[in-house]
């Protein structure tokens, strides 16, 4: 039997119900983290503006209390960046992606740690972060007087991608500050991350988040290699489908697939958020002619907003306080019932982000 083919439309409704974006739910932090299988947390704030899009009555304390209690932490995963998971999946699957940052490292420092003892430098640095919280800043001073001779860029870098870390929140308003302090893990959590990779649950769970999907999909998302043989030793498990372009795609058979014609509200996301970046083909949620628009030369992924569930433009804030401002820069003319519904969310966005302006002011940008 021919396996069924999913339209782009179809593909944005399954991705959008899984991502929560159908409807704000009654969820905790916790639940949405595992659900969702993190969010990037590069910067500090982005993924409590993700949060809020998705959780109804969402408060920031209800993300940062679980930070101080050590129940969610932010620490380099997926793609190298750091994402912001529950404590649980990540000590399940920080040895998953080993291999990845070890690839990283190669990739990147060729071979500027050959003149030092790569073993003794990642257990140095390990007894740093064992020792005390620390900027990598401060750790790269700490191993340049260990090791003289060292490239210091390419010591800390190898400490970073060697040594399971998670950052340590402070009192910044978004819970870390622009040269955040790191911990050792184990240290942090009281337990080590587990030894065995867990590639299978992992695409399993990717699936869950953002099926269906391809090969290429999953190791986009989540930069580890060998997807394909995973799924192929999933199959049995698995349901398959074509897309328009009539490449084969993998999905758990009880995943949500709504109908395509399912309404949708209008949604910001914030920059770098998961659901832009989840695939290799990003088409069932922007358009390819579109893409170039929300990333910056350097590397920056814009905030974007959905209409009809798609980006439809990007959005900023600018100033602070009762002088904040929300600007949105459309891709292409907008009805006047989009106009008004980006209006109406784009209000409580600022409540969100900014509380003391009590009079949001929101402009359109030229098209």
């Given at each position: 039997m021919a396996a069924e083919v999913l339209t782009k439309q179809a593909l944005n409704r399954a991705l959008l119900a899984r991502q929560m974006l159908l409807s704000r739910e009654a969820a905790t932090v916790s639940e949405v983290l595992e659900r969702l299988l993190g969010l990037q947390a590069q910067e500090a704030a982005p993924p409590l503006i993700g949060l809020w899009t998705r959780i109804e009555g969402f408060q920031r304390d209800d993300l940062l209390r679980l930070l101080r209690d050590r129940a969610v932490v932010r620490a380099t995963l997926l793609r190298g960046t750091l994402h912001l998971v529950s404590a649980p999946d990540y000590l399940a699957f920080r040895s998953t992606f080993q291999p990845m940052f070890d690839a990283a490292l190669k990739a990147v420092l060729r071979d500027r740690t050959s003149g030092v003892d790569v073993a003794a430098l990642v257990e140095s640095g390990r007894r740093l972060f064992v020792e005390e919280p620390m900027t990598f800043t401060k750790m790269r001073a700490a191993l340049i007087d260990l090791f003289p001779d060292g490239d210091e860029r390419a010591m800390g870098y190898t400490v970073r991608m060697r040594v399971p870390l998670v950052s340590t929140p402070d009192d910044s308003k978004w819970g870390f500050g622009g040269d955040p302090e790191f911990h050792d893990a184990a240290t942090w959590l009281g337990r080590a991350p587990g030894a065995e990779p867990r590639a299978e649950e992992l695409v399993l769970r990717y699936l869950a988040a953002f099926g269906p999907a391809a090969a290429v999909d999953v190791q986009a998302w989540s930069?580890?290699?060998?997807?394909?043989?995973?799924?192929?030793?999933?199959?049995?498990?698995?349901?398959?489908?074509?897309?328009?372009?009539?490449?084969?795609?993998?999905?758990?058979?009880?995943?949500?697939?709504?109908?395509?014609?399912?309404?949708?509200?209008?949604?910001?996301?914030?920059?770098?958020?998961?659901?832009?970046?989840?695939?290799?083909?990003?088409?069932?949620?922007?358009?390819?002619?579109?893409?170039?628009?929300?990333?910056?030369?350097?590397?920056?992924?814009?905030?974007?907003?959905?209409?009809?569930?798609?980006?439809?433009?990007?959005?900023?804030?600018?100033g602070a306080g009762a002088k904040a401002k929300l600007t949105l820069s459309p891709f292409g003319p907008m009805t006047a019932a989009a106009k008004a519904q980006l209006t109406k969310e784009g209000k409580e966005l600022m409540r969100f982000v900014e509380p003391d302006a009590s009079k949001p002011a929101i402009e359109f940008a030229a098209t």
């Open positions: 930069g580890v290699g060998g997807a394909r043989e995973v799924l192929n030793a999933l199959r049995p498990r698995l349901q398959t489908f074509r897309d328009d372009r009539k490449r084969e795609l993998f999905d758990l058979p009880d995943a949500p697939r709504p109908a395509a014609e399912t309404p949708v509200p209008v949604r910001f996301l914030p920059g770098f958020d998961n659901v832009i970046l989840g695939h290799a083909d990003r088409s069932r949620i922007i358009d390819d002619a579109h893409r170039p628009k929300v990333t910056t030369k350097n590397l920056q992924v814009l905030p974007t907003f959905l209409v009809d569930g798609f980006v439809a433009g990007t959005w900023k804030i600018s």
